[in-house]
């Protein structure tokens, strides 16, 4: 049986290949793009517009990382826009009171905020079998209010703000923009997390097959209440960087992002449905949305386009999955005869 | 043949890198009930799916009624007068029997397309009166036993006025009892001249019911026998292509200490007052109708549930588990009856489903030592001889047996006591379930203590070394393998009104 097990070594490495087409396709996609936009626009691959790009999308990449934990385990949470929010408001609120206050704290009081949130939608998932959607789309209403009862409907602008608040979002650390170094430490954390950790493992187990993560001792309502208290602390660490990049603060911030999120996720092939979902694919479906965010303004298509071709993009990201995903099954299958 | 209402000849079907059906050939007499045997992978599934229009044969001919007849679908099928029912019922569990039964060819208002319930529950009662069943139309789905809702399947199959109709396993789940209505549903449809392939795994139905039997292997044709003609042992051999020498191989293990003991197990509602206790290398069954509480007394023990009162010691120690990752951490391990749903993770490889329930043996601080992982999962897969080419091989491309194996695996990463199979061999074939016996026996040697919980009288009387009786909740006898037969289990089993 050993010889066999070392045959079949170099099949997992298919199989895994097999995986790994997706994020190619992803990969020369995005590729194709690039060269569509440099042929419109010169300026597209220059390292300054580069460089804008990575900083546009650092905050969408931390918001994604929190909402694939969430989708893995077979959920989704529609509330982070409105955490963005508060987060930002709150933090940004009391930067007008105490204007000395550390940033390093005001990030820390986004996230406690956050923490609180998700704490909530964690309890509300975890503990009283609430579906998902349902729950975060209460504490979406909820928070959002919150937001606008806290501020009065009123904004908090950038001459409001301390420089050193600002500064979170446009200082750099080892010559690399703040957002981007904290977006790229998060994906770091989130890789190790899910490939080398048995917590990552379980989290796997519960989206896939609830009952027999029950069966297998898993604390199935624990890392529920985990992943869901995880996305709040990112959305709140999102919401004071949000403030701080566009140096406002209003009770409309992020209004409907958190469909971006999603949106990237589901690009970056995490499947809606739990179980599944990589920290490759993630980064290249997030750079993806980024690119349509940032690119397609630049290379003079009309507003109006754009959203429809982020719309075309998404669909047709979608359906590739499928049919990669029914061509391993049928790889797998045919395996199978013996 | 003028009495022969389907024949199929040659039929041959692959699939990519499979041969399903190679050239097989089956007979159909009207008002014949006529068993289709062999093991899992034999080719049977395959055959009924060709026979309902699912697959299309990629050559060979099928005769209805004398006549070349092309079956281009399900639809089709139906239209043809051949239905199907199937292990696990298909059914919609919100909606009520009437609306099961009639779902896809309801009756409607020609103008106003309107759904005449009237009428519809009408022909239902109808219905279910003929198949003697005790509930009513306007019940709902979800609420019945898996026998009645097996009924219903019937009752639908009638419905389409089908002369063929396919049982494909229905005694599987079914207690003894419940398989004997069936039987007799069975012969009532077989004296109003419908025809029935009778597909199951359990010897007993087809000596019981069958008139004719059709055995398959490795996706061939093997014969055709009257059921009158075949002993048991010839049967087998058809089957399995050679002689199982031993059905039950219960070996003789020196029995250690007590290592689990159930005081007064009380749960509202589900078992009350259960009290049994096992010892090392000892194999208990637990035995009894379902329904009588096994399942569920399991659970509580495991912490899936949790009892009102009672205790439980593990080696001496006493054993509160709130949920099984205590029990796990302890020694107790156990193994769910519906496997595929409460016992893997299909999409995941062979390695990562054998060690999810003990992840912490296989991680330092939280991180995970996958070399170590792997190793061990490979001696587990090579100790139960799982038939695939690697542990990282997905367990969903696994046949049903080798499924089975995977998930004993899971229970042995660590130093377990006392292991629990609820309904080890149910569906599986008679070649896998010799090796199940065989790990059984295994592991009675090295000293762990075993309950299976099982239906199959045969295998109760044939593994064990004690047999614990339960009905309507409670205990109702515990005896000694040696001393037991069957007749003392069933009347045990049976509540006394039941026994006249």
């Known amino acids: 049986m050993s010889g066999e097990m070392i045959k079949g070594t170099a099949r997992a490495r298919v199989i895994r290949s097999g995986e790994g087409f997706r994020e190619l396709g992803l990969l020369v996609f995005i590729a194709i793009l690039c060269v569509a936009f440099q042929l419109r626009n010169h300026s597209f691959l220059t390292l300054a517009n580069i460089k804008d790009l990575l900083d546009n999308t650092a905050i969408l990449g931390i918001l994604s990382v929190g909402m694939t934990l969430v989708l893995i385990t077979g959920g989704i949470d529609l509330s982070i826009g409105a955490t963005i929010a508060l987060a930002g408001m709150t933090s940004a609120l009391t930067g007008m009171v105490i204007p000395a206050i550390n940033p390093l704290l005001s990030i820390l009081e986004g996230m406690a905020v956050g923490l609180v949130i998700g704490s909530v939608i964690g309890l509300l998932v975890a503990r009283f079998n609430i579906l998902p959607i349902i729950a975060t789309l209460g504490l979406m209403n909820i928070v959002r209010g919150a937001t606008y009862i806290e501020s009065g409907g009123a904004w908090v602008s950038s001459y409001q703000m301390s420089?050193?608040?600002?500064?979170?979002?446009?200082?750099?650390?080892?010559?690399?923009n703040n957002l981007v170094f904290i977006a790229l430490v998060i994906f770091v954390l989130f890789w190790y997390f899910v490939n080398h950790t048995k917590t990552g493992r379980r989290?796997?187990?519960?989206?896939?097959?609830?009952?027999?993560?029950?069966?297998?001792?898993?604390?199935?309502?624990?890392?529920?209440?985990?992943?869901?208290?995880?996305?709040?602390?990112?959305?709140?660490?999102?919401?004071?960087?949000?403030?701080?990049?566009?140096?406002?603060?209003?009770g409309d911030t992020a209004l409907g992002y958190e469909l971006n999120v999603i949106a990237a996720c589901v690009l970056g092939g995490v499947s809606i449905s739990g179980g599944s979902g990589k920290a490759s694919g993630l980064i290249l479906g997030v750079i993806l949305l980024g690119m349509l965010n940032n690119a397609l303004p630049l290379i003079n298509v009309s507003p109006f386009w754009q959203q429809f071709i982020q719309g075309v993009v998404i669909l047709a990201a979608v359906l590739t999955?499928?049919?990669v995903k029914r061509n391993n099954i049928r790889l797998a299958l045919r395996k199978r005869a013996i | 043949m003028a009495d022969t209402i389907l024949e199929l000849r040659d039929i041959t079907k692959t699939f990519p890198g499979v041969?399903?059906?190679?050239?097989?050939?089956?007979?159909?007499?009207?008002?014949?009930?006529?068993?289709?045997?062999?093991?899992?992978?034999?080719?049977?599934?395959?055959?009924?799916?060709?026979?309902?229009?699912?697959?299309?044969?990629?050559s060979g001919e099928i005769l209805l009624d004398g006549k070349p007849t092309a079956i281009r679908g399900p639809l089709d099928s139906q239209r043809l007068g051949i239905a199907a029912v199937y292990q696990h019922v298909t059914c919609y569990p919100d909606l009520s029997v009437t609306e099961n039964i009639f779902i896809g060819h309801e009756k409607v208002h020609p103008l106003t397309r309107k759904i005449d319930w009237k009428e519809l529950h009408a022909r239902a009662a109808e219905l279910l009166e003929s198949l003697d069943a005790d509930f009513?139309?306007?019940?709902?789905?979800?609420?019945?036993s898996v026998a009645q809702q097996q009924i219903v399947e019937i009752a639908k199959a009638l419905s389409t006025n089908a002369r063929i109709i396919i049982m494909d396993e229905p005694t599987a789940p079914l207690t003894k009892r419940e398989s004997e209505d069936l039987y007799r549903i069975a012969e009532t449809l077989r004296d109003r001249g419908v025809s029935i392939i009778f597909i199951s795994h359990r010897l007993e139905d087809m000596y019981r019911l069958a008139s004719r039997v059709t055995v398959f292997r490795d996706a061939r044709y093997v014969g055709?026998?009257?059921?009158?003609?075949?002993?048991?042992?010839?049967?087998?051999?058809?089957?399995?292509?050679?002689?199982i020498t031993q059905l039950f191989p219960k070996r003789k293990v020196a029995i250690g200490q007590e290592v689990l003991r159930v005081e007064k197990l009380s749960r509202t509602g589900y078992f009350k007052d259960v009290s049994f206790s096992v010892r090392r290398g000892e194999i208990l069954a637990m035995t009894g109708l379902v329904g009588a509480g096994r399942t569920e007394v399991c659970e509580a023990i495991y912490g899936i549930t949790k009892a009102d009162s009672g205790r439980v010691f593990l080696a001496g120690e006493e054993l509160r588990a709130a949920h099984p990752s205590e029990a796990l951490e302890r020694g107790l391990g156990y193994l769910p009856e519906d496997r595929l749903k409460q016992g893997l993770v299909l999409e995941w490889a062979i390695a990562t489903n054998v060690t999810l329930p003990s992840l912490e043996r296989f991680s330092r601080f939280g991180w995970?030592?996958?070399?170590?992982?792997?190793?061990?999962?490979?001696?587990?897969?090579?100790?139960?001889?799982?038939?695939?080419?690697?542990v990282y091989d997905l367990v969903a491309t696994l046949s049903g047996g080798n499924q089975q194996k995977v998930i004993v695996a899971k229970l042995l990463?660590?130093?377990?006591?006392?292991?629990?199979?609820?309904?080890?061999?149910?569906?599986?074939?008679?070649?896998?379930?010799?090796?199940?016996?065989?790990?059984?026996?295994?592991?009675?040697?090295?000293?762990?203590?075993?309950?299976?919980?099982?239906?199959?009288?045969?295998?109760?009387?044939?593994?064990?070394?004690?047999?614990?009786?339960?009905?309507?909740?409670?205990?109702?006898?515990?005896?000694?393998?040696a001393d037991a037969t069957q007749e003392k289990i069933l009347s045990a089993a049976m509540a006394a009104t039941e026994k006249a």
């Open chain 1, 163 to 176: 420089d050193g608040f600002k500064a979170l979002s446009t200082g750099t650390t080892l010559g690399v």
């Open chain 1, 203 to 250: 989290i796997y187990a519960i989206g896939s097959n609830p009952e027999a993560a029950d069966i297998s001792g898993i604390p199935r309502r624990r890392l529920l209440w985990l992943v869901y208290a995880t996305m709040g602390v990112l959305a709140g660490l999102a919401g004071v960087l949000w403030v701080s990049k566009f140096a406002s603060a209003q």
């Open chain 1, 321 to 323: 999955n499928v049919a």
């Open chain 2, 19 to 58: 041969k399903a059906l190679d050239g097989v050939r089956f007979e159909l007499k009207k008002g014949e009930i006529h068993a289709l045997m062999g093991e899992n992978g034999a080719g049977k599934s395959t055959l009924i799916k060709v026979v309902t229009g699912v697959y299309q044969p990629d």
């Open chain 2, 136 to 144: 009513a139309p306007r019940a709902l789905m979800g609420g019945l």
């Open chain 2, 224 to 243: 055709t026998w009257n059921v009158s003609e075949i002993g048991r042992d010839d049967l087998i051999v058809a089957m399995v292509g050679r002689a």
């Open chain 2, 368 to 390: 995970m030592n996958r070399r170590r992982e792997d190793s061990k999962a490979k001696e587990l897969a090579e100790r139960l001889e799982v038939k695939a080419n690697s």
């Open chain 2, 413 to 481: 990463t660590g130093d377990m006591k006392v292991i629990i199979l609820d309904e080890p061999t149910k569906g599986v074939d008679v070649g896998a379930k010799a090796a199940i016996f065989e790990i059984m026996n295994e592991l009675a040697e090295a000293g762990y203590g075993i309950v299976m919980v099982s239906s199959e009288m045969a295998e109760v009387l044939g593994m064990s070394d004690r047999i614990v009786v339960m009905r309507e909740g409670k205990v109702s006898a515990t005896l000694d393998t």
